[in-house]
């Protein structure tokens, strides 16, 4: 069967058109590239065993430090209770120290957390996750190329559904449209969820659109910020990127397999490389606060599942009236629309029922646009503007 199956790609470029054909392009999964992880076990069936990743212990570990911080716990005491030697635990602790955790102490004296770390661990999120459909199987990484390509190749492996993916740090975070995704170590969340839903191929964009929503409440929640959603899915901040989403799916022509969501959120950032500065900005810019990645995570999941059921129990029609209720750029907004090489201005004019954008295009018919790139058009000055609008009323 599975040969069958085809990879469809939800990003701007890929997404099903107007008459519902899903569009169907191939798509090569990178092969595994060298990283290093932590993974933990999941209490029921294994989960599937990543390459590469480190021992579950060394997430033990940081645990056993976590619970005691700042109070020093021997080395003879974290032997016995992870079950390696003294010199293992020290290593493990060198190692914890590279990946920025903050653990002072000497192997002969014992050891402490300065600091207790942001870390998102499957066992402090598994925790605060009890009953919920992603706090079963966690995959966690200190370093990976892209948790979407894990997950990917997890869904391949038949992973079941609520699987969560979850890097500290990608060294080829994939963005929409071909970008890759900054993803600084232990500052932003970076997670895939793998989903099983029963649903059309047609229906994923709309599952991207709730992953933004999902997203925009939990940051409300946490922050009391009210972001901007930019169409199909950015997370928007006066104008500077806060987060993304980036849906990818494995399917049949008429029924989805597994899909991948994608989740980046700028977090702790503090600053961005130069050329990401002028369009990107983080929680802790805006909110002048350093905010716990750990509850943001959690509200995150939380608020997902609860969307993701009613989308599956009701349908997509809610996900649409919300997302043009928060969005600024589902009416009435000047735009550039930019696909490929084709680039036309206008003005916003609803969301179909799929998830597509209509654009009244300026001296033209109103269009529906499936992809592609939608920026607010600040060429036309507010004066101008209403000369154009009389001169369409003349025009009609
Ligand atoms: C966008 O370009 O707006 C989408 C960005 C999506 C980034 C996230 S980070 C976690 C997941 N893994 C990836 O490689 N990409 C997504």
Known sequence: MRGRCTLLRVRGENRPDAAGKAKIIKFAIPGNQDYTASLLMAKRKPQQTVPGTTDRRIATLLTLLAENATIVVSGARIAREIGVSRSTVWRWVNRLRELGVRVKGEQHTGYFLEKVPDILTPDMLRQRLKGSLFGKRIHHFFKVDSTNRVALDLGHAGEPEGTVVLAEEQTAGRGRAGHSWHSERATGIYATLLLRPQLAPVQAPLLTMMAGLSAHSAIRAQTGLHLDLKWPNDLVFRGKKLGGILTEMHAEPTQIRFVIVGIGLNVNQEKFPTDLSAIATSLRVETGKQQSRLELLVR????????????????????????????????????????GNDSFTGVTAGVSPEGSLFVQRDGGPIVTVIAGDVTEDRSVNVSDRSSMDRTKDVQR
Do not use: K, P
Request: charged share 20%; hydrophobic share 40%; net charge positive.
């Open 300 to 339: 995150l999941l939380r608020e997902f599942e609860t969307d993701y059921n009613r989308f599956l129990s009701e349908g997509g029609a809610s996900v649409i009236t919300r997302f043009c209720g928060l969005s600024s750029f589902a009416q009435g907004m000047r735009v550039r629309v930019t696909n």
